[in-house]
């Protein structure tokens, strides 16, 4: 059985840093590419990041790109994302997702973790 | 950057049929997928790659395409489908994940 555990997150004040991991188990990691999803209080889902399953290819979304740097350790089946320079606007709920296929454009998100809340604010 | 339109809401009586559309510019082209999210729950993937269900995913949920819109259905729709969808697709041009809006289902 897949499973995705999310740990790291908390309040942190504008500017400041944090540093999200998540824990699978069930599957060949290093075998598949992992992103991160988040989810604004009442909003949608926002991709955000993500890495080949070697972790030689990474890919930001524009948003977070130059502040959060992804990452992977594949002996010990974690994801992380560091992230920097914390703004108001990256309040969310922070999803682990592993991929399924990805290849070409086919790229999806078979399974989630259950989430770690990130707030910024003063 | 690409943009995935979805209708923010959707409503219908159980055991009729949900349409959900999720529009794009030459959605046609490129795979789409579905997620479910439950209200506090994380999503859940129920349709990859336009029409395929992944294991465990009731016959009742389908996907299809057509022109710039790709639908998914729901047929006999319970009250446990009331959530909110999603749907996604991967911007080769970008390189980046794209999701629609979102769409709540709402089941009378």
């Known amino acids: 059985e897949v499973q995705l555990w999310e740990s790291g997150g908390g309040l942190v004040q504008p500017g400041g840093s944090l540093r999200l991991s998540c824990a699978a188990s069930?599957?060949?990691?290093?075998?598949?590419?992992m992103s991160w999803v988040r989810q604004a209080p009442g909003k949608g889902l926002e991709w955000v990041s993500a890495?080949?399953?070697?972790?030689?290819?990474?890919y930001y979304a524009d948003s977070v790109k130059g502040r959060f740097t992804i990452s992977r350790d594949n002996s010990k089946n974690t994801v992380s994302m560091q992230m920097n320079s914390l703004r108001v606007e990256d309040t969310a709920v922070y999803y682990c997702?592993?991929?399924?296929?990805?290849?070409?454009?086919?790229?999806?998100?078979?399974?989630w973790g259950q989430g770690t809340l990130v707030t910024v604010s003063s | 950057s690409y943009v995935l339109t979805q209708p923010p809401s959707v409503s219908v009586a159980p055991g009729q049929t949900a349409r959900i559309t999720c529009g794009g510019n030459?959605?046609?082209?490129?795979?789409v997928h579905w997620y479910q999210q439950r209200p506090g729950q994380a999503p859940v993937l129920v349709v990859y790659?336009?029409?395929n269900r992944p294991s465990g995913i009731p016959e009742r949920f389908s996907g299809s395409e057509s022109g710039n819109t790709a639908t998914l259905t729901i047929t006999r729709v319970v009250a446990g489908d009331e959530a909110d969808y999603y749907c996604?697709?991967?911007?080769?041009?970008?390189?980046?994940?794209?999701f629609g809006g979102g769409t709540k289902l709402t089941v009378l």
């Open positions: 997702a592993k991929a399924g296929k990805w290849f070409g454009d086919s790229k999806v998100f078979d399974y």
């Open positions: 069930g599957f060949t990691f290093s075998t598949y590419a």
């Open positions: 890495i080949s399953g070697s972790g030689g290819t990474t």
């Open positions: 030459n959605i046609g082209s490129k795979s």
């Open positions: 790659d336009d029409t």
């Open positions: 996604q697709v991967w911007d080769i041009t970008s390189d980046h994940g794209v």
